[in-house]
T-cell receptor, first 115, second 110 residues
């Protein structure tokens, strides 16, 4: 399978706990994105990496959220001190820079439930 | 502020007929538009796209039309098939950032 993969697929946690999600992009893609989707809405942009550099963070990404892409390959998204409002589907996408880079390819998502 | 709007939350169509999904946007800086299809418990799957310099793009049963003056695009699926039942998202690109509509749930009736 050469698509975008995400782990875990589901995470249930208690309020105040920290959680970390992993995304493995399509291997030749140097751009990586995180989005968040809540019920009844479309995905909302959170952050963007080109190689290992994080080039933009949405104002939706509070100080409790941090994302890394240390070697320009996989990425992690950590949420500290989770709140019930963090419950959502967290989607990762990747694309090529230039050429067909306008098409972003999404992984299956990690569904987070904060109790 | 919602820059991309899909005003029809649902659409029901008979198998073999045409499905028409609509999308409106407000940001003139959007330069590329995409449609994604999403099944439950899966991530969005890229379907078809169109550059802002074009007004039509066709790929098999799927055609996207863009009317820049009206800031409106539509997706036509013909003929509709049962496997087309899914949520369809319209998305618009500014730079590298996608803005999505809220989605339209399409149900294809046998």
């Amino acid at each position: 399978d050469t698509g975008v993969s995400q782990d875990p697929r589901h995470k249930i946690t208690k309020r105040g706990q920290n959680v970390t999600f992993r995304c493995d992009p399509i291997s030749e893609h140097n751009r990586l994105y995180w989005y968040r989707q809540t019920l009844g809405q479309g995905p909302e942009f959170l952050t963007y990496f080109q190689n290992e550099a994080q080039l933009e963070k949405s104002r939706l990404l509070s100080d409790r959220f941090s994302a890394e892409r240390p070697k320009g390959s996989f990425s992690t998204l950590e949420i500290q001190r989770t709140e019930q409002g963090d419950s959502a589907m967290y989607l990762c996408a990747s694309s090529l820079a230039g050429g067909r880079g306008n098409e972003q390819f999404f992984g299956p998502g990690t569904r987070l439930t904060v109790l | 502020d919602q820059q991309v709007k899909q005003n029809s939350p649902s659409l029901s169509v008979q198998e073999g007929r045409i499905s028409i999904l609509n999308c409106d946007y407000t940001n003139s800086m959007f330069d590329y538009f995409l449609w994604y299809k999403k099944y439950p418990a899966e991530g969005p799957t890229f379907l078809i796209s169109i550059s802002s310099i074009k007004d039509k793009n066709e790929d098999g049963r799927f055609t996207v039309f863009l009317n820049k003056s009206a800031k409106h695009l539509s997706l036509h699926i013909v003929p509709s098939q049962p496997g087309d039942s899914a949520v369809y998202f319209c998305a618009a690109l500014e730079g590298y950032k996608l803005s999505f509509g809220a989605g339209t749930t399409v149900t294809v009736r046998a």
